[in-house]
């Protein structure tokens, strides 16, 4: 990428914009994108291209985006649902807050993969269950949480042992499902 490559992609004129204060704006943005979209993989996977072409044309410019601090970041799930569940919430909310904290475009690209991965990870437990929904519904983790709650009352605690069919009124988690159903597109 050349120097005039790299100015048209961030959109800078030829040496009015200061590179610092386009990369913080633009780092700052990328954070927004990332907390506030919902999870799909081509989505992401696409941002996450455009982030890295970015980083490239910041470097072109002459700011060195090669250092940050990368926490480990790693999960297991079981077979328990709300186990899964606590789990998935709490590794989620992590990564969100070290997303939210980066100061570089590398923390910002490795822990929005690991974002990904996780959701990925999380979707693949329930994508053996087709359920149907009959309205588009905002879904709020706390009304997820109550449904997983009702079905370890009735001792139906692994996936194995849930049957969607058999639980139509669980209107949350069964929109959940739905949701993690397109996580992968």
Not at 136 to 160: R, S
């Amino acid at each position: 990428m050349t120097l005039e490559e790299a100015r048209a992609y961030l959109s800078l004129s030829a040496e009015i914009d200061c590179v610092q204060d386009t990369y913080d704006e633009y780092l700052f943005d990328q954070k927004l994108f990332f907390r506030n979209k919902p999870v799909i993989k081509s989505v992401f996977l696409k941002q996450i291209s455009k982030i890295e072409i970015a980083r490239q044309a910041f470097e072109v410019l002459g700011l060195d985006c090669s250092f940050g601090n990368l926490n480990e970041i790693s999960w297991e799930f079981t077979t328990n649902m709300l186990s899964n569940f606590h789990r998935f919430y709490e590794k989620k909310n992590s990564i969100l807050q070290l997303i939210f904290n980066s100061r570089e475009l590398n923390e910002l690209l490795n822990y929005s993969q690991k974002l990904l991965e996780l959701e990925i990870s999380y979707a693949s437990l329930w994508s053996n269950f087709d359920v149907k929904i009959e309205k588009k519904m905002t879904i709020d983790p706390m009304d997820v949480l109550a449904d997983l709650k009702k079905l370890e009352t009735k001792n139906i605690e692994n996936y194995t042992d849930y049957k969607p069919e058999e639980h139509e009124d669980l209107i949350h988690l069964n929109a959940e499902i739905v949701r993690l159903s397109i996580v992968n597109h």
